[in-house]
């Protein structure tokens, strides 16, 4: 279980980006956090990722506090972030290095298959589009196996059909070994059809503002009322916090 207790944020200049963050995030589950920019989401994920540090407060796996990048989390940028001189096979396998060479090509060869890159894997990052290297990026996350997968706005920068398209195959992906995911978006429709909860974030200083457990079962269906529903109510929670403007924007 992810546990996050009392996390606070203060940067050197004085603004304070987080305050009073509770959160437990259950194994396999998914779960996203929504809200303007500058509310928080993408500090609270550095934090959890061990990239930066709480000014107090703290993030722990089970009993173990992160205070640094862990084996067991992985982190997933808006960019790719590809190594231009390496191929697909060498840019998710670039992780696994300590490893033998046999278990490195195994583990490469079951995740290239599972992102559906195996025709490419000889390619070169320049020769993607714009959806293919962001699930070198994901099967670059995923080949270390993490319990946890941690995604900041994966998919802001793509276009609309790419993005739902990479949403459909993230699922599929994490039907596979179910890890745990945590999801920084903007899109009300993107944490809807992903996600077990959503997390409402409110900025000045960055806080949780509400909880939505979306209790529908999965596949889910984009057109589906019951998913309208929540909607609505995700709509209404960030109509009281004055970013559903923003968000919608």
């Not at 305050?19 to 993408?42: A, F, P, W, Y």
């Not at 992985?74 to 231009?84: G, V, Y």
């Not at 990052?125 to 962001?134: C, E, H, I, K, V």
Request: neutral net charge.
């Amino acid at each position: 279980m992810l546990v996050i207790e009392g996390l606070h944020k203060r940067f050197s200049n004085g603004f304070v980006g987080l305050e009073s963050v509770d959160l437990q995030v259950n194994k396999t589950e998914i779960v996203s956090l929504i809200g303007t920019s500058g509310c928080g989401k993408s500090t609270l994920l550095r934090i959890i990722a061990g990239l930066e540090l709480p000014t107090r407060g703290m993030v722990r796996i089970d009993k173990q506090i992160i205070t640094k990048p862990h084996a067991d989390i992985s982190l997933i940028f808006q960019e790719a972030r590809l190594m231009p001189w390496l191929t697909v096979w060498e840019n998710i396998q670039f992780g696994l290095q300590h490893l033998p060479k046999t278990q490195r090509n195994l583990l490469t060869g079951e995740i290239i298959t599972k992102v559906g890159l195996t025709e490419f894997a000889k390619a070169l990052p320049r020769q993607l589009s714009g959806g293919m290297a962001q699930r070198v990026a994901i099967a670059r996350a995923l080949v270390t196996n993490p319990s946890i997968l941690l995604l900041d706005e994966p998919f802001s920068a793509l276009d609309a059909f790419t993005r739902l398209s990479l949403q459909d195959h993230l699922l599929k992906i994490w039907e596979y070994d179910h890890p745990t995911m945590v999801l920084v978006t903007h899109d009300v429709e993107e944490a809807l059809m992903l996600s077990d909860r959503v997390i409402v974030m409110h900025g000045n200083p960055g806080r949780i503002y509400q909880e939505l457990a979306i209790d529908l079962p999965r596949p889910r269906r984009r057109t589906d009322r019951h998913l309208q529903y929540w909607k609505e109510q995700l709509l209404d929670a960030l109509d009281l916090t004055g970013d559903r403007l923003a968000i919608e924007a």
